[in-house]
């Protein structure tokens, strides 16, 4: 028998994802984060990156974090509940509070963060909680992680979520319905007037995963809710700092009587230090930027607009996105994963995105423009789109 330390059976599972083509290398990068990154020492145009405002490297951003790192040092020194809980955490949560037109902000080390903890916290055993089925990895973790029973209806279809309602909410306490705001693999925006109305009428409460749609919908990036005026009908938003704001972090944001009894309850925060001062610094010259000037949004959506334009006039299958998110539909696995390695060789990035991830022979390529890119650098990725379509026989 082989000793147990030799962690033989890891080694095996890692030989059949080798065996499987499913194996990963990290691409590393050799500077900032931007519209054109130094990946793998070959400066390649990036449409891979979540830098939605081009915020990751945003010099007024990186001299609060600078200033704040003076003032405060590198480390919170504690969770919240103990001695981690400065100032400009307190004051960075007002702010969001005030930006995102909501009573209430809590803000966690990360979106990953707010599910794990927040989910759990509000449900009970006895109640439901009603999930879409593409919801994120981390709202999937998040429900594992409630006492709660779990329902799943299909993508979007209010009709299916309904039937849930119909045949399972008399039996429950609570239920919390929960869907993304914008889906992160499609682009597509929740049915967030239907959800609520439906909400509305079973009794339940909503929870939306904003973390693809903070920073990018809605006034100066405020979000789905936002988008849509619902402002007061949605019981839980979550929103990431991670993406858009260009940082690291996330935010439920809500009642105050939510505050109240995650600070209580979110285990996250109970049990894991607080964000560091260099990244509370940089996210509220975030918020502040946002809240003066739609320069960024903007400029991010007309850069989308553009670009799906372009890209939609080589006949790729570009599915049905509403946001800047433009997934390029290639279909099988393999040839997907070559489609991305040969864009890469002619100088832009972008990442395949295959099963599990997404449904079998639904395998693509997902672009996510920035408001950092360039015109040139746009025109430029869709030249070698157009290139690479024709020399693998897709257009
Ligand atoms: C990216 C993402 C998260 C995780 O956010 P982080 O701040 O990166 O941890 C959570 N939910 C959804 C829907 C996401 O797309």
Not at 163 to 169: D, I, P, Q, T
Request: glycine letters at 10%; proline letters at 3%.
């Amino acid at each position: 028998m082989s000793n147990v330390h030799e962690l033989n059976y890891l080694k095996e599972q890692v030989q059949e994802l080798k065996d499987q083509g499913v194996y990963r290398v990290l691409p590393v990068l050799e500077a900032a984060n931007e519209a054109e990154v130094l990946l793998d020492g070959k400066k390649v145009i990036n449409l891979s990156s979540n830098n939605y405002l081009g915020f990751a490297n945003h010099p007024e951003m990186k001299k609060a974090a600078i200033e704040a790192v003076e003032k405060y040092g590198v480390g919170s020194g504690a969770v919240r509940t103990i001695i981690g809980n400065m100032d400009i955490h307190e004051m960075l949560e007002v702010k969001l509070a005030e930006f995102k037109r909501e009573e209430a902000v809590m803000v966690f080390q990360s979106g990953f963060n707010c599910n794990a903890g927040a989910i759990q916290a509000i449900t009970n055993k006895g109640d439901l909680i009603i999930s879409d089925e593409l919801n994120h990895a981390s709202i999937i973790d998040g429900v594992r992680l409630s006492r709660a029973d779990k329902a799943v209806f299909k993508h979007s279809d209010m009709q299916d979520l309904e039937r849930v309602l119909s045949e399972k909410r008399d039996h429950y306490t609570n239920c919390l319905i929960i869907t993304d705001g914008v889906f992160s693999m499609d682009g597509d925006i929740a049915k967030l007037p239907e959800i609520v109305e439906l909400a509305e009428k079973y009794n339940c409460m909503t929870y939306v995963d904003d973390a693809h749609g903070s920073g990018v919908l809605g006034e100066s990036g405020r979000g789905t809710v936002d988008h849509f005026g619902l402002h007061g009908r949605i019981d839980f938003t979550i929103g990431t700092l991670s993406k858009a704001i260009g940082v690291i972090g996330g935010y439920v944001a809500g009642k105050k009587v939510m505050k109240e009894w995650l600070l209580h309850r979110g285990r996250p925060l109970l049990f894991s230090t607080s964000l560091p001062p260099a990244a509370v610094g940089a996210i509220t010259k975030a918020v502040e930027l946002l809240s003066t000037t739609t320069e960024y949004t903007d400029r991010l959506w007309e850069n989308a607009k553009f670009f799906k334009a372009e890209l939609g006039k080589l006949g790729f299958d570009i599915g049905h996105s509403e946001t800047p998110i433009t997934p390029v539909i290639i279909g099988d696995e393999a040839q997907t994963v070559a489609f991305s390695k040969r864009m890469l060789e002619k100088g832009v990035f972008v990442s395949p995105i295959v099963f599990p991830t997404v449904p079998k022979g639904t395998g693509r390529v997902r672009c996510m423009v920035t408001a950092g890119h360039t015109e040139k650098q746009l025109l430029d990725a869709v030249r070698v789109f157009e290139e690479v379509g024709k020399e693998m026989g897709l257009l």
